[in-house]
């Protein structure tokens, strides 16, 4: 199994500005995910992060607008870059052990 | 690329009432299949899983589900439901294909139990 702590739970931003979201496991793992789930919505797979390597993203997701970080095999970062009020939703990020997924508590990001 | 359906957005139930949530994908090879719930203000978790073998699996809180794998299906079940069980429900398929792995979700369903 894994644990996952996401820091902010919650943040409210102005337009125009970026919002750094922190994923930390409480072990190593190959894979990280980073999705969106947004009002009413079912969850949308933004990319995938790999330690070492790129960030894979999804169609309809770009990485000006999403960068990623992997720095090691327990930590990532999202940021949403250049917010608008559209980008409000809960970000979750999620990593995959023994083909299951564990998911965070999410981040609840409000733009105004 | 694979797809997952729900076919119910919102389920109206009364206590002690069965219920069955419909889920059906769209991939032909090998899958693993999940349902997570996600009850008011919490995060998302895991409720049962079928990786292989018997296809009637069970899970938490006296849930089942069954892996049609003729029927592209994995419907969710429980015989009778409780208040605690309003919450919504995703269903999500897991496909590893060469260096491709990802898990999608269905639209999920609401449900809401009566007291």
């Known amino acids: 199994s894994a644990v996952i702590s996401q820091k902010p739970s919650r943040d409210i931003c102005q337009r125009g500005t970026s919002l750094t979201i922190q994923c930390q496991v409480d072990s190593q793992v190959t894979m990280m995910f980073w999705y969106r789930q947004q009002p009413g919505q079912s969850l949308t797979l933004i990319a995938t992060a790999n330690q070492g390597s790129e960030a894979t993203y999804e169609s309809g997701f770009v990485i000006d607008k999403f960068p990623i970080s992997r720095p090691n095999l327990t930590f990532s970062t999202l940021t949403v870059s250049n917010m608008s009020p559209e980008d409000s939703s809960i970000y979750l990020c999620?990593?995959?052990?023994?083909?299951?997924?564990?998911f965070g508590p999410g981040t609840r990001l409000t733009v105004t | 690329a694979q797809s997952v359906s729900q076919h119910n957005h919102h389920v109206i139930l009364s206590e002690a009432a069965s219920l069955e949530l419909g889920c059906n994908y769209s991939y032909g090879g090998t899958v693993n299949l999940f349902w997570y719930v996600q009850y008011p203000g919490q995060h998302l978790q895991l409720l049962l899983k079928y990786f292989s073998g018997d296809p009637l699996v069970k899970g938490i809180k006296g849930f089942e589900a069954e892996f049609i794998k003729s029927k592209f299906s994995f419907n969710l079940r429980k015989p009778s439901v409780q208040w605690s069980d309003t919450a919504e429900y995703f269903c999500?398929?897991?496909?590893?294909?060469?260096?491709?792995?990802?898990?999608?979700f269905g639209s999920g369903t609401q449900l809401t139990v009566l007291p």
């Open positions: 999500a398929v897991f496909i590893s294909s060469g260096s491709a792995r990802q898990l999608t």
């Open positions: 999620s990593v995959e052990v023994s083909a299951q997924q564990y």
